[in-house]
DNA sequence: TATGAATGAGTCTTCATTCAT
DNA sequence: TATGAATGAAGACTCATTCAT
C-alpha cells in the first residue's frame, strides 16, 4: 500500500489516494509535524501533484477533516433507525460511533486530537461534525425527558453543559479504547450506555444533587 | 505585559518567569508552532538564556506539563477535605477542578491537548497526573459502590472504562467551559455532578440497561 | 567564479559541482570554520539543495574525503608501470603523488590535514587510502630487500615504522611544496627518492647507525 | 586534576592552570571544537576569569603553543651536548624529541595537528619552532657535508626539501608513535637515526638517484 | 497527467564574550 | 581576586512551495 506509483489514473482516484495517505500521515504525526514529502511518497505521488491536486497544506488537512468527519456522522447515521425508541437509538448511535473510530483510529486521531490543536481553519470544521452529534444526542434527551413526563425546562446552559459531558465522555473513551487492547466496541458502547441512561434518566426524574450548605 | 526586561534577577526567579511564559505560548499556539524566540521575549530575556536554564525546547515543555500537572493535581488535593463523605468530596474535588482549569486555561491547553498530542516524552508525564486523578475517582467510586451495599465486584474492565468515562467527561467539560463565556465552575461542577452522582448511583444500585435482543 | 547559479542541472552534474565547492572551502578554512551558506554560495545552488542531495555537514565531507582519496589514490595508480623495475616504480609513484598534490593543494589539504583533525568518522576514511599508499610502498620495499639478498627479516614493528617514516615525509613534502612557490612536482620527487631510496639501500645492507653505549 | 576550585591563588599560578586545562582540551578536540566553558571548568575557575588573565580564545590558543612550542625546544635543547659528534648529537635530538611528545602527546596534538588547521595568527606561532628544529638539523647536515669532504654546495633548494622531509618524516613518526601502543622513544628514534643518517650519508658521499631517461 | 530540480524563510541551538557585583 | 547573570551573532538543518518540462 503507498508508493506504488502506478501511472496515470483518473483524478478522483488519485485525490482519494492522497486523502487516504494524509489521514494516516497526520494521525500519527500530528499536523505540523507531518511532512508533505512524506505523504506524497505513502500516496505513491510526487509532491508537486498533491499540490495540483489540494492546493496547500492546510487544504489537504482540511479536505480529510471535512472527508472523515463525513465518514463518521454518516457511519453513526446509519447506524440508527429512526422508527425506533428513543434508548435503542442512542445504543445504536453509539455503537456505531465506537465501531467506526476503532476501524479508523488515525481519522479519529485526526478528527479529536490534531484537528482541534490548530486554530481557526480547522477547529471550525470538527464544531460543525460535533454539532451535528450533540444535536443528536440532545434530542435524545428531550425526547427522554418528554417521556418522564417532566417539566420540559431545563435551564439551556444545563442542557448544553449535558450534552458536552455526554459526547466528552464518548470521545474520551474513545479514544481510551483504541489504545486499550481487547477492548471491544460493544463492551465501550455497553459502558457508555449504562452510565448516560441512568445518570439522565434520574436528572430527568428530577433528583438532582445538591451541596448542602456549608 | 512581557518583554519589560527588568536585569539581573537570581536565577529561580528568572526561570519562572520562563515557565510563566513558556506556557502561555505553549497553551496558545501549541508545541510545534510555539518559537523558543517568542517564549523568550514575552518572558524578558534573551534566548540563550532559557537554553541556559532550561536546556531544550523539549525539556522546557517537560517542565511546563510537570509544574502544571503538579500545581492542578495540588489544587484538587486542596480543595478536598477527607473526613467528609464521598460525594460531598467528589463535589469540591470537581468544583477545585473546574476552578483550576478556569483560572489557568492555557495551563489547562498544555496539558490536555499539546501534551498528549506529542509522542512519548510528553504523553507520559501527564499519564501520571491523570493517574493520580483517576485513582481519587476510583476510590469514591469504591465508597459509592459500599454504601450501596452492592456486590463489590464490577467486571475490571467496567470500572476500567467507567473511571475513564467520568475522567473524560469533566476534561472535555472543563475545555468546553473555557472557550463558552459565562459558565462559572459552580455551574459546571454541578453539571458534572449530577451527570456522575445520579448516573453511578444507578449503576451501582444494580439497574442496567442493556440492549433488547434484536 | 561559483555563484553563477546556471540553472537545472541533472541532478549528478549539480553533486560534482557542490563536491567542487566544498573541497574549496573545507581546504581553505577547515572542517568547523567551513560554513554551508559559504559551500553553497560558491557552488552556485541554494543551501536546501545541497542538504537535499548531500544530506548533512558530516556526509558532504565524507564524500569529498572519499572523492579525493579515490582520486589522489588512482593518480599514483595510473602513474605507475607494473613491468618496471622497483625503483623506477617508486620514482613515477612519488611523482604522480606530488604531480596530483600540487594541482589540487585544497584536496591534499582536506585529506593530509582536515580530515585527521575530526574524530571517527572522517580519520578512518583517509586511514583506507593511507593504508593502500603504505601497502605499495612497503611492496616495494620487501622488492628492494630480495633484490639486496639480504635476510628477509626486518622486525615488524621498524618495518612498519618504516613505511610510516616514507609516507610520513612524502606527506610533510607534499605539504611543503604546496607553500613553497617554485618547486616542481619534479624536483620534491628527486629530494624524496634520493633521501627514499638511498636510505633504504643501506638499511636493507645491514648497515645500521647504533648509538655507542655512554 | 581540574575543578576543585581553591579560592584565591598568585595569578602566575592560576594562568598556569588555565594554560593546563587548555592545552588538554585544544589538544583533545582541536581549536573550534573546543569551548571556553570547557577550559574554565576544567580550570577549575569561572569563565570571566579566564578571560580577565588570558584575554580572549585566541590568545588562549596562542599563549598555549607558544608555551608548549618553547617546552619542546627547551626538551630537545637540553638533550642534545654541543661537545659530542653530530650523529651522536643527532641522535641525542631525536631522542628528547620523540620522549618529550610521547610524554605530552596533547601539546604535540596542538603544535602539530591544531595550530596548523587554522590560519595565520597561528601557524605562525609553530612556523617559529620549526624553523628553529630545521635550523638544527640543517646545522648538522651541513657538517656531514662537510665531514664527507664532500663539494659544498648542495643545491639550496634541495638542502631545504631534504630537511623538511627529515622534519615532516619525524613528526610523522611522533604522531604514529602516539597512536601506537607499546611503542618506545628509544625504537622510534631508532628507526628514524638508521633511516635518516644512512640515507644522509650515501646523499653527502655523492650517490643520488636519477631517473634513466625514458 | 505528472515530475525532477530548486529555493525563501524560518527554527533550534551554541558560543565567545561582557556586565554588575 | 573572583563570579553569577546575561546576550549578539551566527550556523546547521527543515519545510512548504514553485518552476520548467
Redesign the pocket.
Known amino acids: 500500500m503507498g508508493g506504488a506509483?502506478t501511472?496515470?489514473?483518473?483524478?478522483a482516484v488519485?485525490e482519494q489516494q492522497m486523502l487516504d495517505a494524509a489521514v494516516q500521515i497526520f494521525g500519527r504525526r500530528g499536523y505540523?509535524?507531518?511532512?508533505?514529502?512524506e505523504i506524497a511518497e505513502l500516496a505513491g505521488?510526487?509532491?508537486?501533484?498533491v499540490?495540483?491536486y489540494l492546493n496547500?497544506?492546510?487544504d489537504l488537512f482540511t479536505a480529510c477533516i471535512r472527508r472523515e468527519a463525513a465518514a463518521l456522522t454518516e457511519a453513526v447515521r446509519a447506524g440508527v433507525r429512526p422508527d425506533l425508541p428513543a434508548d435503542r437509538r442512542l445504543w445504536d448511535g453509539l455503537l456505531a460511533f465506537f465501531a467506526h473510530t476503532a476501524e479508523h483510529p488515525e481519522a479519529w486521531s485526526v478528527l479529536h486530537l490534531h484537528a482541534r490543536t490548530h486554530g481557526e481553519p480547522f477547529a471550525a470544521e470538527v464544531a460543525a461534525m460535533r454539532a451535528e452529534i450533540v444535536a443528536f444526542v440532545t434530542r435524545l434527551v428531550a425526547i427522554a425527558a418528554r417521556e418522564a413526563h417532566q417539566d420540559p425546562d431545563l435551564p439551556e446552559d444545563e442542557v448544553a453543559g449535558l450534552a458536552e459531558a455526554l459526547v466528552g465522555a464518548a470521545e474520551s473513551l474513545a479514544t481510551w479504547a483504541n489504545a486499550t487492547p481487547g477492548v471491544t466496541a460493544r463492551q465501550t458502547a455497553g459502558t457508555m450506555m449504562n452510565f448516560a441512561w441512568a445518570g439522565l434518566g434520574n436528572l430527568m426524574a428530577g433528583q438532582r444533587w445538591v451541596p448542602e450548605p456549608t
Not at 505521488?45 to 501533484?49: F, I, N, Q
Open positions: 506509483r501511472k496515470r489514473m483518473p483524478r488519485r505540523m509535524v507531518a511532512s508533505m514529502d505521488v510526487s509532491k508537486p501533484l499540490y495540483l496547500s497544506k492546510e
